[in-house]
T-cell receptor
Framework: GNSVTQMEGPVTLSEEAFLTINCTYT??????LFWYVQYPGEGLQLLLK?????DKGSNKGFEATYRKETTSFHLEKGSVQVSDSAVYFC??????????????FGAGTILRVKS | EAGVTQFPSHSVIEKGQTVTLRCDPI?????LYWYRRVMGKEIKFLLH????????ESGMPNNRFLAERTGGTYSTLKVQPAELEDSGVYFC?????????????FGNGTRLTVT
Protein backbone atom coordinates (compact mmCIF):
# COMPACT_ATOMS: atom_id res chain seq x y z
CA GLY A 1 0.00 0.00 0.00
CA ASN A 2 0.86 3.68 0.06
CA SER A 3 2.69 5.13 3.05
CA VAL A 4 4.87 8.05 4.12
CA THR A 5 7.60 7.94 6.76
CA GLN A 6 9.04 11.08 8.31
CA MET A 7 11.84 11.59 10.75
CA GLU A 8 10.62 11.80 14.31
CA GLY A 9 10.82 15.08 16.12
CA PRO A 10 10.92 17.35 17.73
CA VAL A 11 13.71 18.99 15.80
CA THR A 12 15.19 21.89 17.74
CA LEU A 13 17.44 24.38 15.95
CA SER A 14 18.91 27.78 16.55
CA GLU A 15 17.93 30.64 14.29
CA GLU A 16 19.82 30.67 10.97
CA ALA A 17 20.68 26.98 11.21
CA PHE A 18 20.26 24.61 8.26
CA LEU A 19 17.16 22.42 8.30
CA THR A 20 16.58 18.98 6.87
CA ILE A 21 13.46 16.94 7.57
CA ASN A 22 13.63 13.51 6.00
CA CYS A 23 10.67 11.97 4.21
CA THR A 24 10.50 8.67 2.37
CA TYR A 25 7.50 7.09 0.74
CA THR A 26 6.12 3.84 -0.56
CA UNK A 27 3.72 3.99 -3.47
CA UNK A 28 2.78 2.23 -6.66
CA UNK A 29 3.03 4.21 -9.85
CA UNK A 30 4.00 7.84 -9.87
CA UNK A 31 2.56 9.77 -6.94
CA UNK A 32 2.62 13.51 -6.43
CA LEU A 33 4.46 14.62 -3.29
CA PHE A 34 3.69 17.45 -0.90
CA TRP A 35 4.87 19.22 2.20
CA TYR A 36 2.22 20.80 4.41
CA VAL A 37 2.89 23.03 7.41
CA GLN A 38 0.71 23.61 10.47
CA TYR A 39 1.53 26.73 12.47
CA PRO A 40 0.32 26.88 16.08
CA GLY A 41 -3.44 27.31 16.29
CA GLU A 42 -3.95 27.08 12.54
CA GLY A 43 -4.91 24.53 9.92
CA LEU A 44 -2.58 22.82 7.48
CA GLN A 45 -1.23 24.90 4.62
CA LEU A 46 0.40 23.64 1.47
CA LEU A 47 4.09 24.56 1.59
CA LEU A 48 5.32 23.04 -1.66
CA LYS A 49 4.77 20.17 -4.03
CA UNK A 50 6.35 18.16 -6.83
CA UNK A 51 4.50 16.07 -9.35
CA UNK A 52 7.18 14.04 -11.11
CA UNK A 53 10.66 12.65 -10.61
CA UNK A 54 13.47 15.22 -10.29
CA ASP A 55 11.00 18.08 -9.85
CA LYS A 56 11.97 20.55 -7.15
CA GLY A 57 9.26 22.25 -5.17
CA SER A 58 10.11 25.50 -3.43
CA ASN A 59 8.40 28.16 -1.35
CA LYS A 60 9.36 30.61 1.42
CA GLY A 61 12.97 29.45 1.27
CA PHE A 62 12.04 25.79 1.67
CA GLU A 63 12.93 23.24 -1.02
CA ALA A 64 12.33 19.56 -1.64
CA THR A 65 13.33 17.41 -4.61
CA TYR A 66 11.33 14.40 -5.78
CA ARG A 67 13.84 11.52 -5.84
CA LYS A 68 12.32 8.43 -7.36
CA GLU A 69 15.46 6.34 -7.10
CA THR A 70 15.55 6.77 -3.33
CA THR A 71 11.75 7.29 -2.92
CA SER A 72 12.46 10.43 -0.93
CA PHE A 73 11.23 14.02 -0.68
CA HIS A 74 13.39 15.62 2.01
CA LEU A 75 12.54 19.16 3.11
CA GLU A 76 15.41 21.65 3.40
CA LYS A 77 15.89 25.28 4.31
CA GLY A 78 19.21 27.06 4.43
CA SER A 79 18.50 29.41 7.32
CA VAL A 80 15.53 28.88 9.62
CA GLN A 81 13.74 31.60 11.53
CA VAL A 82 11.76 31.51 14.76
CA SER A 83 8.63 32.00 12.67
CA ASP A 84 9.27 28.63 10.98
CA SER A 85 8.40 26.83 14.22
CA ALA A 86 5.53 24.55 13.27
CA VAL A 87 4.58 20.96 12.50
CA TYR A 88 5.61 19.77 9.04
CA PHE A 89 3.77 16.97 7.26
CA CYS A 90 5.00 15.08 4.22
CA UNK A 91 2.22 13.66 2.05
CA UNK A 92 1.60 11.88 -1.21
CA UNK A 93 -1.24 11.72 -3.65
CA UNK A 94 -1.41 8.30 -5.25
CA UNK A 95 -1.56 8.10 -9.04
CA UNK A 96 -3.55 8.79 -11.09
CA UNK A 97 -3.47 12.56 -11.10
CA UNK A 98 -7.16 12.75 -11.82
CA UNK A 99 -8.03 11.88 -8.21
CA UNK A 100 -5.43 13.82 -6.37
CA UNK A 101 -6.74 15.05 -3.06
CA UNK A 102 -7.07 11.79 -1.17
CA UNK A 103 -3.73 12.31 0.50
CA UNK A 104 -1.58 9.91 2.48
CA PHE A 105 0.26 11.76 5.25
CA GLY A 106 3.25 11.08 7.41
CA ALA A 107 3.09 11.47 11.19
CA GLY A 108 4.42 15.02 11.17
CA THR A 109 7.66 16.52 12.49
CA ILE A 110 7.66 19.27 15.09
CA LEU A 111 10.22 21.99 14.39
CA ARG A 112 11.24 24.38 17.16
CA VAL A 113 13.52 27.27 16.32
CA LYS A 114 15.18 29.16 19.16
CA SER A 115 16.37 32.74 18.92
CA GLU B 1 -12.52 35.04 1.00
CA ALA B 2 -13.41 33.19 4.15
CA GLY B 3 -11.45 30.01 4.70
CA VAL B 4 -12.66 26.61 5.81
CA THR B 5 -14.23 26.90 9.23
CA GLN B 6 -14.81 24.13 11.71
CA PHE B 7 -16.92 24.07 14.83
CA PRO B 8 -16.35 23.45 17.63
CA SER B 9 -12.62 23.96 18.01
CA HIS B 10 -12.58 21.67 21.04
CA SER B 11 -15.00 19.10 22.40
CA VAL B 12 -14.71 16.97 25.51
CA ILE B 13 -17.29 14.24 25.90
CA GLU B 14 -17.70 11.04 27.85
CA LYS B 15 -17.53 7.60 26.33
CA GLY B 16 -20.92 6.63 24.98
CA GLN B 17 -22.06 10.16 24.24
CA THR B 18 -22.70 11.65 20.83
CA VAL B 19 -20.77 14.48 19.21
CA THR B 20 -21.38 16.31 15.95
CA LEU B 21 -18.62 18.21 14.21
CA ARG B 22 -19.36 20.80 11.58
CA CYS B 23 -17.38 22.03 8.60
CA ASP B 24 -18.12 25.00 6.37
CA PRO B 25 -16.01 24.81 3.21
CA ILE B 26 -14.91 27.71 1.08
CA UNK B 27 -17.86 28.96 -0.93
CA UNK B 28 -17.97 27.33 -4.35
CA UNK B 29 -15.80 24.36 -3.41
CA UNK B 30 -17.66 21.24 -4.46
CA UNK B 31 -15.10 18.90 -2.95
CA LEU B 32 -15.05 18.43 0.79
CA TYR B 33 -12.83 16.03 2.73
CA TRP B 34 -12.62 14.82 6.30
CA TYR B 35 -9.31 13.71 7.78
CA ARG B 36 -8.33 12.65 11.29
CA ARG B 37 -5.13 12.69 13.31
CA VAL B 38 -5.13 10.35 16.27
CA MET B 39 -2.59 10.51 19.13
CA GLY B 40 -0.03 12.53 17.18
CA LYS B 41 0.18 9.92 14.45
CA GLU B 42 -0.48 10.16 10.73
CA ILE B 43 -3.30 12.27 9.40
CA LYS B 44 -5.67 9.78 7.81
CA PHE B 45 -8.31 10.24 5.17
CA LEU B 46 -11.87 9.56 6.26
CA LEU B 47 -14.09 10.50 3.35
CA HIS B 48 -14.69 12.73 0.36
CA UNK B 49 -17.85 14.51 -0.78
CA UNK B 50 -18.49 15.91 -4.22
CA UNK B 51 -21.34 18.32 -3.63
CA UNK B 52 -23.81 16.30 -1.56
CA UNK B 53 -22.64 12.87 -2.73
CA UNK B 54 -20.14 10.64 -0.98
CA UNK B 55 -17.41 10.01 -3.55
CA UNK B 56 -15.23 7.88 -1.31
CA GLU B 57 -15.84 6.83 2.28
CA SER B 58 -13.22 4.12 2.43
CA GLY B 59 -11.46 5.72 5.40
CA MET B 60 -14.43 5.78 7.76
CA PRO B 61 -13.39 3.59 10.68
CA ASN B 62 -16.74 1.99 11.50
CA ASN B 63 -20.49 2.55 11.50
CA ARG B 64 -20.35 4.76 14.58
CA PHE B 65 -19.27 7.54 12.22
CA LEU B 66 -21.83 9.25 10.00
CA ALA B 67 -21.03 12.09 7.63
CA GLU B 68 -23.55 14.19 5.78
CA ARG B 69 -23.50 17.12 3.43
CA THR B 70 -27.09 18.02 2.78
CA GLY B 71 -27.48 20.57 0.01
CA GLY B 72 -23.83 20.35 -0.87
CA THR B 73 -22.75 23.17 1.42
CA TYR B 74 -21.62 22.53 4.97
CA SER B 75 -20.89 19.04 6.27
CA THR B 76 -21.36 17.33 9.60
CA LEU B 77 -19.53 14.36 11.06
CA LYS B 78 -21.37 12.60 13.85
CA VAL B 79 -19.78 10.07 16.19
CA GLN B 80 -22.34 7.95 18.03
CA PRO B 81 -21.57 6.46 20.47
CA ALA B 82 -18.09 7.85 21.02
CA GLU B 83 -15.28 5.57 22.17
CA LEU B 84 -11.94 6.43 23.78
CA GLU B 85 -10.03 5.66 20.57
CA ASP B 86 -12.00 8.33 18.71
CA SER B 87 -10.01 11.05 20.46
CA GLY B 88 -7.94 13.11 18.08
CA VAL B 89 -8.03 16.11 15.80
CA TYR B 90 -10.57 16.07 12.98
CA PHE B 91 -9.68 18.18 9.98
CA CYS B 92 -11.94 19.29 7.20
CA UNK B 93 -10.61 20.46 3.85
CA UNK B 94 -12.13 21.69 0.62
CA UNK B 95 -11.01 22.20 -2.96
CA UNK B 96 -12.43 23.33 -6.27
CA UNK B 97 -11.71 20.05 -8.02
CA UNK B 98 -10.38 16.69 -6.88
CA UNK B 99 -7.20 16.99 -8.92
CA UNK B 100 -3.94 17.38 -7.01
CA UNK B 101 -3.49 20.59 -9.03
CA UNK B 102 -6.40 22.04 -7.06
CA UNK B 103 -4.98 22.89 -3.65
CA UNK B 104 -6.59 21.59 -0.50
CA UNK B 105 -7.64 24.28 1.97
CA PHE B 106 -7.77 23.01 5.53
CA GLY B 107 -9.72 24.21 8.51
CA ASN B 108 -8.12 24.62 11.93
CA GLY B 109 -9.51 21.28 13.06
CA THR B 110 -11.70 20.11 15.92
CA ARG B 111 -9.88 18.54 18.85
CA LEU B 112 -12.09 15.77 20.24
CA THR B 113 -11.35 14.25 23.62
CA VAL B 114 -13.36 11.24 24.75
CA THR B 115 -12.99 10.46 28.45
Amino acid sequence: GNSVTQMEGPVTLSEEAFLTINCTYTATGYPSLFWYVQYPGEGLQLLLKATKADDKGSNKGFEATYRKETTSFHLEKGSVQVSDSAVYFCALSPAPMEYGNKLVFGAGTILRVKS
Amino acid sequence: EAGVTQFPSHSVIEKGQTVTLRCDPISGHDNLYWYRRVMGKEIKFLLHFVKESKQDESGMPNNRFLAERTGGTYSTLKVQPAELEDSGVYFCASSLSDSSNSPLHFGNGTRLTVT
